[in-house]
């Protein structure tokens, strides 16, 4: 059974820098590209990052970029996601995905998800 279970996400405010983390079992985790998608209220689930097998190649959305930074651990079969300078408009749901293939910012590309960890950033 394929699972991926998130952690390191609360509350913060404006500024501060949070870390998500996402571990993941059941499959070969060194054979998936892996993403963070967000889906914040009343919004639709949005890509956030993304990271090739190997952590070689990297991906992310306009809007965190120069501030979040995702990486990987394949032998921690860990995928991370530091966030800094967060901003009350990354407040959402933020869930961990393995891909399956497809273009990386799109969520249909994704076989498998975890439940998703809630980031509240207030002002």
């Known amino acids: 059974q394929v699972q991926l279970v998130e952690s390191g996400g609360g509350p913060v405010q404006a500024g501060d820098s949070l870390r998500l983390s996402c571990v993941v079992s059941g499959l070969t985790f060194s054979n998936h590209a892996m993403a963070w998608f967000r889906q914040a209220p009343g919004k639709e689930r949005e890509f956030v990052a993304g990271?090739?097998?190997?952590?070689?190649?990297?991906s992310y959305a306009d809007s965190v970029k120069g501030r979040f930074t995702v990486s990987r651990d394949n032998a921690k079969n860990t995928v991370s996601l530091q966030m800094n300078t967060l901003k009350p408009e990354d407040t959402a749901v933020y869930s961990c995905?393995?891909?399956?293939?497809?273009?990386?910012?799109?969520?249909?590309?994704?076989?498998?998800w975890g439940r998703g960890i809630q980031v509240t950033v207030s002002p």
């Open positions: 995905a393995s891909h399956g293939g497809g273009a990386w910012d799109a969520p249909g590309s994704y076989r498998y």
């Open positions: 990271i090739s097998e190997s952590g070689g190649a990297v």
